[in-house]
Each structure stands twice: as structure tokens, then as C-alpha cells.
């Protein structure tokens, strides 16, 4: 074949593998960031959830005082988001406050304040409703 032939498919040829490279650094990259995204996106949510879930028992222990369900004086558990679910907490629990759904979480209206939970838990999640910093 003519030498000029083999000199234009080497210079394709090298072009094609050059603009693959590329390419493929580009994609590379933005699934990184996609997934970096994806992650923040888990993290917001799983914020959020957590405020919520603290509004919500807030709420839930305001209307029981004001029914006069429980004493004004006490002050119901919460598991915060610190939470690493290991289930410690769940047999310590004299009246069954403590439940897992997706999360792990203390009916207000069953807790009766002991601190059980709170002792065996090893990331300090069981905490009074007051002590939590909104
Ligand atoms: S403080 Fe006592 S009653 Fe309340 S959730 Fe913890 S172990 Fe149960
Ligand atoms: S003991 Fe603490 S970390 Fe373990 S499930 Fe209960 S609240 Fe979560």
C-alpha cells in the first residue's frame, strides 16, 4: 500500500485513541460528580428527616402535657441522628418506647424518662428532648 495511506491511518488511528482518552476522562469525571451529588442529596435528606423527627416528637410532648397524658414535669427521650442503629437500646427499655422502622425511634408518650436507654447506648444518641440544641 502506498506509504501515504499508511500515514493517514496512522495519524486516525491516533487521533481516535487520543479523543477516546479524552472522552473517557470527561465521563469518568462527571460520574464522580454525580455521585458526590447523590451523596450530599442522602446526607440533606437524612438531615432533614432528623429535624423533622425532633419537630414532630417536640410537638407530640407539648400535646400530651396539654392532655395531661403525662406529668408536666417530664422530660421523654429522643434518639438523635447520631443513631449508628446497633439495637443496644431496644431490650433496655422497660415500657417498649423504643422502636425500628427505617430509624430507630422513642414514642414520647410511652417514655417515662428512666435513662436506660441512654446507658447503653455508644454514641450518646438517647438524650432528653430539652438537651437537644435546635
Ligand atoms: S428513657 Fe427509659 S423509658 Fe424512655 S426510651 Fe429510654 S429506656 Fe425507654
Ligand atoms: S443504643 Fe444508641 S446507637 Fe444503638 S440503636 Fe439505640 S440509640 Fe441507636
Not at 403525662?70 to 421523654?76: E, G, K, M, N, Q
Not at 415500657?95 to 410511652?110: K, Q, R
Not at 417515662?112 to 438524650?127: D, E, L, R, S, T
Request: charged share 20%; net charge neutral.
Amino acid at each position: 500500500m502506498n506509504p501515504w495511506v499508511w500515514s493517514i491511518i496512522a495519524i486516525i488511528a491516533f487521533l481516535l485513541i487520543f479523543y477516546n482518552r479524552s472522552v473517557g476522562k470527561r465521563v469518568g469525571e462527571d460520574i464522580d460528580e454525580i455521585r458526590n451529588s447523590l451523596y450530599e442529596l442522602r446526607m440533606s435528606i437524612k438531615s432533614l428527616r432528623a429535624d423533622w423527627n425532633l419537630k414532630h416528637a417536640q410537638i407530640q410532648v407539648h400535646v400530651l402535657k396539654m392532655a395531661k397524658k403525662i406529668p408536666d414535669d417530664r422530660d421523654p427521650y429522643f434518639i438523635t441522628r447520631d443513631c449508628i442503629a446497633c439495637g443496644s437500646c431496644v431490650p433496655e427499655c422497660p415500657t417498649n418506647a423504643i422502636t425500628e422502622s427505617s430509624i430507630f425511634e422513642i414514642d414520647p408518650g410511652l417514655c417515662i424518662a428512666c435513662a436506660k436507654c441512654a446507658k447503653v447506648c455508644p454514641v450518646g444518641a438517647c438524650v432528653p428532648l430539652t438537651n437537644i440544641d435546635t
